[in-house]
């Protein structure tokens, strides 16, 4: 059974025209994280939630937001995507900070 | 920042060759993790060494922590076809996880 799910799966936006990706998680984990990968390049942290409690990378683009309404689910919205944020997006979850991180399969953001 | 440094970037063995990726850091880690990531996949989470000098073993894989926690080791023993993809070393500094540039292996059969 998936534990960390992203939808959807794949996302095609126009440049400009906002997109929010999703995350759902049934582990009950306290810490959310939202990564961005590139072609060929590590999973870069873009921000996380412990609980309620948000955690914004410095380098973080003011373009990306992130909402975590309850435990079990958290969004990123990219308020008006440029051609560079075209990536992989991987929700990560884990039980508190330190710990093991369990992975999402990922939204592949394609901006036209 | 904290740095974390993997060699080689990419490598190319015939299969059942081995394979060893090395991860090295600017400080003293207090634990390293490893995740393995399939192409066009997600990285999935394979062990964590936290004591200095630690060796653990799954199956064909064997990883080490240094004596001096600034460095670590993967390596697979006959590699197979299956163990394609990019291996992460990632250590936590503070609150969050920071992967490791990744070694690409890639297995010829």
């Known amino acids: 059974d998936a534990m960390v799910i992203q939808n959807p799966r794949y996302q095609v936006t126009q440049f400009g025209k906002p997109v929010t990706l999703s995350c759902s998680q049934t582990?009950?984990?306290?810490?959310m994280y939202w990564y961005q990968q590139k072609s060929s390049q590590a999973p870069k942290l873009l921000f996380h939630?412990?609980?309620?409690?948000?955690?914004n990378e410095a380098d973080t683009p003011d373009n990306f937001q992130s909402r975590r309404p309850n435990t079990s689910f958290c969004f990123l919205d990219i308020r008006s995507p440029g051609l560079g944020d075209a990536a992989m997006y991987l929700c990560?979850?884990?039980?508190?900070?330190?710990?093991?991180?369990?992975f999402g399969p990922g939204t592949r953001l394609t901006v036209l | 920042g904290q740095q974390v440094m993997q060699i080689p970037q990419y490598q190319h063995v015939q299969e059942g060759e081995d394979f060893t990726t090395y991860c090295n850091s600017s400080t003293t880690l207090s634990n390293i993790q490893w995740y393995k990531q399939r192409p066009g996949g997600h990285p999935v989470f394979l062990i964590q060494l936290v004591k200095s000098g630690e060796v653990k073993k799954q199956k064909r894989l064997t990883f080490q922590f240094g004596e001096a926690k600034k460095n670590s080791s993967l390596h697979i023993t006959a590699t197979q076809t299956t163990d394609v993809g990019t291996y992460f070393c990632?250590?936590?500094?503070?609150?969050?996880?920071?992967f490791g540039t990744g070694t690409r292996l890639q297995v010829f059969p």
């Open positions: 990632a250590l936590y500094n503070t609150d969050k996880l920071i």
């Open positions: 939630y412990y609980d309620k409690d948000f955690n």
């Open positions: 582990l009950n984990h306290n810490v």
């Open positions: 990560a979850t884990s039980r508190y900070q330190g710990d093991t991180q369990y």
